[in-house]
């Protein structure tokens, strides 16, 4: 009898055993290859190989020349934000030039997000130029050139250990992307079907890569609101909503309010993670620059549910006039200003 009873109790503890791993309770799936969870401090760093080459440098507070991610990190910054043209003039933001920045930034121990852009050039709300070669496309065919060129940068990615955790499958798509057949004003359900074949392509390669649509004018809740609902009511997939914020030195606080309002709404309307992906402010505005990012960064953590994942500067590393763009976080030195402290 003794010898029955014990046989049960065994057959029991290895039933339920067996139960708890095929109810998930145990599991023996991979567990996520990014586990952390420290809130995004970052910066858009898409231009510093083609300035080191142009022969600026970068000089920390105390005037030491020193790598420009080397700066930005010591300044707080834990995570940069990389631009992928398709095939650019110059190769400027190619896949060879993603992957050399997106390696340095691993070995710096840095976190990645990349910005597919979709075009051979700047893609915004003013701008979505088809690449050269998807030019005679239509929407059947722009969706496999999309989840082509998505797969081959994350497996180049991935062969080089340095998957992104988070991939932005468009840039600034205030009105859809790949214009005319992707733009959201004219067909929405083009427009949501060429995120779907970015989303798809990103986690056929990294399940585990969050997929962002991003939108500028963060202040802008009609904006964010019309565009997400089509995409919704249009079958898209998403996992984060991504904003830019651009105030001037006299009206941030307005804007920090109002796109305060804008986070909270879309975390509570989707059910989605939200991410500042883009500020910036004059580089001769650095107080207040510095004043307008404390209190974002706040803002963006007090994000109903928890929602909110963090900010990233535009560019910071651009100075003197670079291109044309004034809203850097370095004075004309190439010197950090006061602003970047906002990130320590």
């Known amino acids: 009898m003794k010898t029955f009873k014990l046989i049960i109790t065994v057959l029991i503890i290895v039933g339920w055993t067996s139960c708890k791993k095929g109810n998930s309770i145990v599991s023996d799936a991979p567990s996520s290859p990014f586990p952390s969870a420290e809130f995004i401090k970052g910066a858009d760093v898409s231009w510093i190989t083609e300035m080191e080459t142009a022969g600026r440098k970068f000089y920390s507070g105390s005037g030491l020349l020193q790598d420009g991610l080397i700066i930005l990190k010591n300044a707080g910054i834990n995570t940069v934000r990389l631009r992928v043209w398709v095939n650019p003039t110059g190769g400027w933001n190619n896949a060879a030039d993603v992957l050399a920045k997106a390696?340095?930034?691993?070995?710096?121990?840095?976190?990645?997000?990349?910005?597919?852009?979709?075009?051979d050039t700047w893609a915004d709300p003013g701008n979505q130029t088809k690449p050269a070669a998807w030019s005679g496309q239509n929407i059947d065919a722009l969706q496999v050139s999309v989840s082509k060129h998505t797969t081959d940068i994350m497996t180049m990615l991935k062969e080089n250990s340095v998957l992104p955790e988070w991939v932005q499958v468009g840039n600034e798509t205030n009105d859809g992307m790949l214009w005319p057949e992707g733009k959201a004003s004219l067909n929405m359900g083009n427009f949501a079907k060429l995120v779907n074949a970015g989303y798809n392509a990103v986690k056929a390669v990294s399940p585990y890569t969050k997929?962002?649509?991003?939108?500028?004018?963060?202040?802008?809740n009609a904006l964010f609101r019309w565009l997400f609902d089509g995409l919704r009511m249009n079958g898209a997939k998403w996992d984060v909503i991504g904003m830019s914020l651009y105030p001037d030195p006299t009206n941030w606080s307005l804007q920090n309010a109002k796109c305060l309002i804008n986070m909270n709404d879309m975390a509570e309307r989707y059910d989605k993670d939200i991410m500042v992906a883009e500020v910036g402010m004059s580089w001769d505005s650095a107080v207040e620059c510095k004043n307008f990012l404390a209190d974002l960064i706040a803002k963006t953590k007090s994000v109903t549910g928890n929602k909110g994942l963090g900010v990233?500067?535009?560019?910071?590393e651009a100075y003197n006039n670079w291109q044309g763009y004034t809203k850097g976080a370095?004075?004309?030195?190439?010197?950090?200003t006061v602003a970047l402290e906002a990130f320590h």
Request: glycine share 8%.
């Open 103 to 119: 390696l340095r930034a691993k070995q710096l121990g840095m976190r990645i997000m990349i910005d597919f852009h979709y075009s």
């Open 211 to 220: 997929v962002m649509v991003h939108v500028s004018n963060g202040n802008d």
């Open 312 to 316: 990233l500067y535009w560019e910071p």
């Open 330 to 336: 370095l004075d004309n030195s190439g010197r950090p």
